[in-house]
């Protein structure tokens, strides 16, 4: 029987976590499984938890959205331990690409039976991201929904999105993929682990997290109206057949931009560009659906 850790905020988005958390705890218990409850205080706090209960030996539990599982993927790493997730964030994207679903029973059915399976991460800045990192109009939009923690996120999104394209201007972007340069003036590049983000937007729609490549989406100048177009496609995929998206694939990407741009990950804020991204293969050990029978499209 599994000993689990849940690291859960419990004030984050009002209480919604541990309201998640609840029912999960109570039917893994009454399956005989034990269930510590660690309260984190922040990020850095959240990882100290998880870094502790890996070395001890539990499998650490994610309660939260994206920020959370890509926060305590690091330690998890690091210690070569096990991650459980619960979902219960805004967005759930790492979750949504692996099939987890937000029932409780089935979640409780998955992390006290599924055999873990081993999936790549993105390491950059000494941070390890699960879904993507992005520098661009999407990063602008990510900043702006950071700023609105209490809106639900079938709203921050899509409002979020609209309020960073009116303010956006082209930035010239430089990528180096494997030592193959590119160059272009555009709206954002995304390097993708996961194919889903900003609340279920297909940016990735090829992208595996068990085949060792960053899926590459670069979005090159078009005016707003196309991009717009393009924008409403995304969360079909059906925006990479478009002839001003670029999709690459590779092992590390450096990029720069001539502007000060962030990149993001998982909804947070990593690092200043320019920054370099690699794919770290297999190297998170995840209790969930086989990636291959995890509802990933292709």
Same mark, same amino acid.
């Given at each position: 029987?599994?000993? !689990? &850790?849940?690291?859960?905020?419990?004030?984050?988005?009002?209480?919604?976590?541990?309201?998640?958390?609840?029912?999960?705890?109570?039917?893994?218990?009454?399956?005989?499984?034990? +269930?510590?409850?660690?309260?984190?205080?922040?990020?850095?706090?959240?990882?100290?938890?998880?870094?502790?209960?890996?070395?001890?030996?539990?499998?650490?539990?994610?309660?939260?959205?994206?920020?959370? *599982? %890509?926060?305590?993927?690091?330690?998890? +790493?690091? =210690?070569?331990?096990?991650?459980?997730?619960?979902?219960?964030?805004?967005?759930?994207? !790492?979750?949504? #690409?692996?099939?987890?679903? $937000?029932?409780?029973?089935?979640?409780?059915?998955?992390?006290?039976?599924?055999?873990?399976?081993?999936?790549?991460?993105?390491? *950059?800045?000494?941070? +390890? *991201? +699960?879904?993507?990192?992005?520098?661009?109009?999407?990063?602008?939009?990510?900043?702006?929904?950071? $700023?609105?923690?209490?809106?639900?996120?079938?709203?921050?999104?899509?409002?979020?999105?609209?309020?960073?394209?009116?303010?956006?201007?082209? =930035?010239?972007?430089?990528?180096?993929?494997?030592?193959?340069?590119?160059? !272009?003036?555009?709206? &954002?590049?995304?390097?993708?682990?996961?194919?889903?983000?900003?609340?279920?937007?297909?940016?990735?729609?090829?992208?595996?997290?068990?085949?060792?490549?960053?899926?590459?989406?670069?979005?090159?100048?078009?005016?707003?109206? &196309? /991009?717009?177009?393009? /924008?409403?496609?995304? @969360?079909?995929?059906?925006?990479?057949?478009?002839?001003?998206?670029?999709?690459?694939?590779?092992?590390?990407?450096?990029? #720069?931009?001539?502007? @000060?741009?962030?990149?993001?990950?998982?909804?947070?804020?990593?690092?200043?560009?320019?920054?370099?991204? $690699?794919?770290?293969?297999?190297?998170? $050990?995840?209790?969930?659906?086989? @990636?291959?029978?995890?509802?990933? @499209? %292709?």
């Amino acid at each position: 029987m599994r000993s !689990f &850790t849940a690291v859960v905020n419990p004030v984050a988005g009002g209480g919604r976590a541990m309201a998640v958390l609840l029912p999960v705890a109570r039917l893994l218990r009454e399956a005989g499984a034990t +269930v510590d409850v660690r309260h984190s205080r922040s990020l850095e706090h959240a990882r100290m938890l998880a870094r502790d209960a890996a070395d001890d030996g539990d499998v650490v539990l994610a309660v939260g959205g994206d920020g959370a *599982v %890509g926060a305590l993927a690091g330690p998890v +790493v690091d =210690a070569r331990g096990v991650l459980g997730i619960v979902p219960a964030g805004r967005g759930n994207d !790492f979750a949504r #690409q692996m099939g987890i679903s $937000r029932d409780p029973a089935r979640i409780a059915e998955l992390l006290l039976h599924a055999p873990d399976t081993s999936v790549d991460v993105i390491s *950059v800045a000494g941070s +390890v *991201v +699960v879904c993507s990192v992005h520098a661009g109009v999407d990063s602008v939009a990510t900043a702006l929904v950071n $700023r609105a923690r209490v809106v639900p996120g079938a709203l921050a999104y899509p409002a979020a999105a609209l309020g960073a394209l009116l303010a956006w201007r082209p =930035a010239c972007y430089t990528l180096d993929l494997d030592g193959s340069l590119y160059r !272009f003036r555009g709206y &954002t590049v995304v390097a993708a682990n996961s194919g889903y983000y900003g609340h279920g937007l297909h940016v990735a729609p090829s992208a595996r997290v068990d085949d060792g490549l960053l899926d590459v989406v670069a979005v090159h100048h078009v005016p707003r109206r &196309t /991009f717009l177009a393009g /924008f409403r496609q995304l @969360p079909s995929g059906g925006h990479v057949h478009r002839p001003e998206v670029q999709v690459l694939r590779g092992r590390e990407l450096r990029l #720069q931009a001539d502007r @000060p741009l962030h990149l993001y990950g998982d909804g947070e804020p990593i690092t200043p560009l320019p920054a370099t991204a $690699r794919i770290r293969p297999s190297a998170l $050990r995840l209790l969930a659906p086989p @990636p291959a029978a995890a509802g990933h @499209p %292709g």
